[in-house]
T-cell receptor, first 114, second 112 residues
Framework: EPEVTQTPSHQVTQMGQEVILRCVPISNHLYFYWYRQILGQKVEFLVSFYNNEISEKSEIFDDQFSVERPDGSNFTLKIRSTKLEDSAMYFC????????????FGAGTRLSVL | DAKTTQPNSMESNEEEPVHLPCNHS???????IHWYRQLPSQGPEYVIHGLTSNVNNRMASLAIAEDRKSSTLILHRATLRDAAVYYCIPRKLSGGYQKVTFGTGTKLQVIP
């Protein structure tokens, strides 16, 4: 069964460093998303991406964040200068262009900012 | 977005049926009711969705009240692997992208 894959599973970084979280969405999907979940809290929407553009972003997704689809298979989330409060699980999701509006999530990347 | 109300937590014995309720009294007439779940240390996972009629799939059944103000996710035989947080989420059928707005959900504990 097709699945969304995310790498790495755990990323440790120093405050102020740049990180790139990587995702490979399901191959025929055209909508891509990033969510995050701070430990013990709700899953929060960050950004959606379609046709090489951001469709919607939340208040969390400020200028420190960016997304990119560098090739036909990868979808990345970059955090330019990490802060302690960026420590969280980051989930990538994808959905097909048509169909029943179901999103498929990856297993997540745990980002630890020290 | 329609507001939903779910119990914070529930318990079930293994191999017994579980009924997870959700109230969504302000749901729009065109919103589907989706259920997702999140296993420990995993990403959310789609479970089932429906509009008005009861729905079944290999994972669960969804019973929707006639007035659509509430629904119940039914796991027919709970297994230890079903221990997760279950989210009830009103969503449009289609229309391109739509973010998923997660609440706090119901944490299901399955007792061996």
């Amino acid at each position: 069964e097709p699945e969304v894959t995310q790498t790495p599973s755990h990323q440790v970084t120093q405050m102020g460093q740049e990180v790139i979280l990587r995702c490979v969405p399901i191959s025929n999907h055209l909508y891509f998303y990033w969510y995050r979940q701070i430990l013990g809290q709700k899953v929060e929407f960050l950004v959606s991406f379609y046709n090489n553009e951001i469709s919607e972003k939340s208040e969390i997704f400020d200028d420190q964040f960016s997304v990119e689809r560098p090739d036909g298979s990868n979808f990345t989330l970059k955090i330019r200068s990490t802060k302690l409060e960026d420590s969280a699980m980051y989930f990538c999701a994808s959905s097909p262009e048509r169909g029943e509006n179901i999103q498929y999530f990856g297993a997540g990347t745990r980002l630890s900012v020290l | 977005d329609a507001k939903t109300t779910q119990p914070n937590s529930m318990e079930s014995n293994e191999e017994e049926p579980v009924h997870l309720p959700c109230n969504h009294s302000t749901i729009s007439g065109t919103d589907y009711i989706h259920w997702y779940r999140q296993l420990p240390s995993q990403g959310p996972e789609y479970v089932i969705h429906g509009l008005t009629s009861n729905v079944n799939n290999r994972m669960a059944s969804l019973a929707i009240a006639e007035d659509r103000k509430s629904s119940t996710l039914i796991l027919h035989r709970a297994t230890l692997r079903d221990a997760a947080v279950y989210y009830c989420i009103p969503r449009k059928l289609s229309g391109g992208y739509q973010k998923v707005t997660f609440g706090t959900g119901t944490k299901l504990q399955v007792i061996p």
